[in-house]
């Protein structure tokens, strides 16, 4: 591309323009191994060195100059040999590339100068960067041609020119699109053209391509001097100064960049940010009479310190944290616990549920010493016994702060095949493993935890987002190691948190009177032996409600049932233990693992002291683990009938039918006999 052989710059001063090329890749074919040194070199494409398992190549393919980058960014530059002061014309084919993995920051770019153009390589994302300013364009798809114009003059950083079309004629920017931005940044290097690619993940890829490049020079004559930019505070101590160049009697202009915070070169502990300048109606003095100085006023920035506190219920939490940020940055994340212990005993757990997708929260400081408070809620565990990061556990595992920290309790976790994760003491447990499945969310891990030669709990993870499961109850009779082992242990997957309820044994009272209780759980529990479960098979408005025996002595998990006992009070059941499930069969008991609020009076419940159900008011709680039968339009009080007889129901004669009373066994008992009978081949409670 060609240029006008005469151009005038400045007010008055006019000359004769020679334009020359520069660089050329005309074309795909044009291009050869040999543009790329693995050293620095005038006019040849310099990767970026990559090692390990982040590599990366930059490599002349059969689609022209090809970046491919994985789990890090991949660039190359090209170094031209330019004169000064002249108007750099540039032209190029850029394609927008693709990736491999999904991941939102995966990107391809092109840059030359100020001038940055990215393409997102999954959403689309498509923008400009010019002059610290972002623009967003229409979203461009992968793999897509972008015809690049652009025409920049070196000495004052104007652009004259700038477009980007598509392959098909379609428009994505020009000079319009700008808007205000049409100038480079002062110190701009306009000897360096860059292409590069960036993957975020290991083991994906995203790479693009430069099909074809022309950079042209045009020479001006122009007059040129230097001038002093410095940075002072107000009291006039200089903290900062630079030399700059410019045409002479030309306006001076500071870019956005000037305006910005600056950490002091010499101290990292001081910062200092922009108050003013006296830019406006300066020029660029010729230096043969003198230097203009050009004053940006700043200020030092202060430190803020900040503290975050947690509680519950107006309590305070073990958990607190101290931080502190500039003031110009007063936005921070703060990582936090996603359980703590609350409560006197400190057997209530507690929680912060993850914001968004990270156990992070931000937080804007108005002033130094911030305050906030970081609120838990109740999980409903009352029963805590123990709660742990894992890398407290002392298990001697490897420790690792993994890549997905943000997305871990503590930002830790440990890792190994196998291992001891605690001792527990007898009693009735639940144990809930905490735990990250890597970095993918194909990638299955599996863990098995154990109680001592017994397996509680088989599970499994993927992804990199804290998951929770929770074994069964289980009963220790002694001191007990708790075990896991893992399918596919490494640094980026592992424990992240445990935590352990302890469960009292669960006890019922059989009455005195009726030597009967409701019950239900929501677990599976095991009765004593002086003890029958009774489930009901039938229940109506005018035969009341049977029910009948039933031979196990194991309960299932959210069953309501009737126990009878010979002997009463209270009795102490065990966790555990299977049932038939045909023993169940057509129960119509049902079980209140919550308490339960009866909703429109059709709701009977064992009436404590007698061998009758009651009706339950609409909205009166019946209490949890109870048991409970539905029966529409029925009166206030149903009997019981405790069912036929079974293996004796013959057990009476034409002669003693009418008086002799008889066990469950079939043997003959005296009327001092307490318990369930049979007279007359009929069930009834003696007392």
């Not at 690049?148 to 428009?171: F, K, M, R």
């Not at 006023?297 to 310190?305: D, F, H, K, S």
């Not at 990582?335 to 057997?347: D, M, T």
């Amino acid at each position: 591309m060609l240029l006008a052989t005469m151009m005038v710059v400045g007010a008055t001063s006019s000359y004769a323009q020679t334009t020359t090329t520069i660089y050329e890749k005309a074309s795909i074919s044009a291009w050869t191994a040999g543009d790329v040194s693995a050293t620095a070199t005038a006019d040849k494409w310099t990767p970026s060195a990559s090692s390990g398992s982040n590599w990366g190549t930059f490599i002349v393919d059969t689609l022209g100059l090809k970046t491919l980058a994985r789990r890090n960014t991949v660039e190359s530059a090209l170094t031209l040999t330019r004169d000064a002061n002249t108007i750099v014309t540039l032209d190029a084919v850029w394609n927008t590339g693709s990736s491999s993995f999904p991941s939102n920051e995966n990107k391809t770019y092109f840059k030359y100068g100020d001038f940055t153009i990215t393409n997102l390589t999954r959403y689309y994302g498509t923008s400009i960067v010019i002059n610290g300013q972002t623009i967003n364009l229409s979203n461009v798809a992968n793999n897509t041609d972008v015809i690049l114009h652009l025409v920049v003059n070196s000495t004052t950083g104007a652009i004259t020119e700038a477009t980007g079309v598509l392959a098909d004629g379609t428009s994505l920017f020009d000079m319009t699109t700008l808007g205000a931005n049409t100038t480079f940044v002062s110190g701009t290097n306009y000897e360096t053209v860059v292409c590069g690619s960036v993957c975020t993940v290991s083991k994906n890829t995203t790479e693009s391509y430069l099909k074809s490049i022309e950079v042209q020079q045009t020479t001006q004559n122009v007059a040129t001097a230097d001038y002093t930019v410095n940075f002072a505070t107000a009291d006039g101590n200089i903290v900062k100064t630079e030399t700059r160049n410019g045409v002479v009697n030309s306006d001076i202009a500071l870019s956005s960049a000037d305006t910005q915070a600056f950490f002091d070169a010499n101290d990292a502990t001081k910062k200092y940010l922009y108050v003013s300048d006296d830019c406006t109606g300066k020029t660029v003095e010729d230096n043969a009479t003198g230097t203009t100085i050009v004053t940006v006023t700043v200020r030092p920035a202060e430190l803020w310190t900040y503290t975050v506190t947690t509680s519950y219920n107006g309590n305070a939490l073990p958990y607190r944290f101290t931080g502190e940020t500039w003031e110009d940055v007063p936005t921070v994340k703060v990582a936090y616990p996603r359980f703590q212990a609350a409560g006197e005993n400190e057997n209530i757990l507690v929680e912060k549920t993850p914001n968004s997708n990270d156990l992070l929260q931000s937080i804007t400081l108005t002033s130094t010493d911030y305050n906030e408070n970081f609120d838990y809620t109740a999980t409903g565990i009352e029963n805590l016994y123990l709660l742990s990061e894992a890398e407290n556990l002392g298990t001697g595992l490897s420790a690792n702060a993994t890549s997905f920290t943000s997305r871990v309790s503590n930002g830790l976790i440990i890792f190994g095949a196998s291992g001891t994760l605690v001792k527990l003491p007898a009693g009735n447990f639940k144990f809930t493993l905490g735990m990250i499945g890597g970095d993918s969310s194909n990638h299955i891990v599996n863990y098995t935890v154990s109680a001592g030669a017994n397996e509680i709990l088989d599970t499994q993870c993927t992804g990199n987002m804290l998951r929770l499961a929770t074994s069964d109850v289980f009963t220790l009779t002694d001191s007990t190691d708790i075990t896991f082992t893992c399918s596919d242990p490494s640094s980026s997957r592992g424990i992240d948190m445990i935590y352990v309820e302890k469960l009292a044994a669960p006890t019922v009272n059989i009455n005195a009177t009726s030597n009967l209780a409701s019950y239900s759980n929501q677990y599976a529990v095991t009765v004593p032996d002086d003890v029958t479960i009774y489930i009901a098979s039938a229940a109506d408005a005018t035969d009341g409600i049977t029910l009948n025996k039933v031979n196990s002595k194991v309960i299932p998990a959210n069953t309501g049932v009737i126990l009878y006992s010979a002997t009463t009070g209270d009795k102490t059941l065990t966790y555990g233990g299977t049932a038939t499930s045909t023993d169940f069969s057509g129960n119509l008991l049902l079980a209140t693992n919550d308490a339960t609020v009866a909703s429109d009076g059709t709701q009977y419940v064992l009436l404590k002291g007698e061998q009758s159900f009651a009706q339950v008011v609409a909205g009166v709680e019946i209490p949890a683990n109870k048991a409970y039968v539905t029966i529409a339009g029925s009166p206030a009080k149903l009997a019981v009938n405790m069912g036929e007889a079974t293996a004796i129901n013959a057990v009476k004669t034409a002669d003693n039918a009418a008086e002799d009373v008889f066990n469950l066994a079939g043997q003959k008992v005296t009327n001092s006999y307490k318990g369930i009978v049979i007279k007359g081949g009929k069930k009834y409670i003696a007392r």
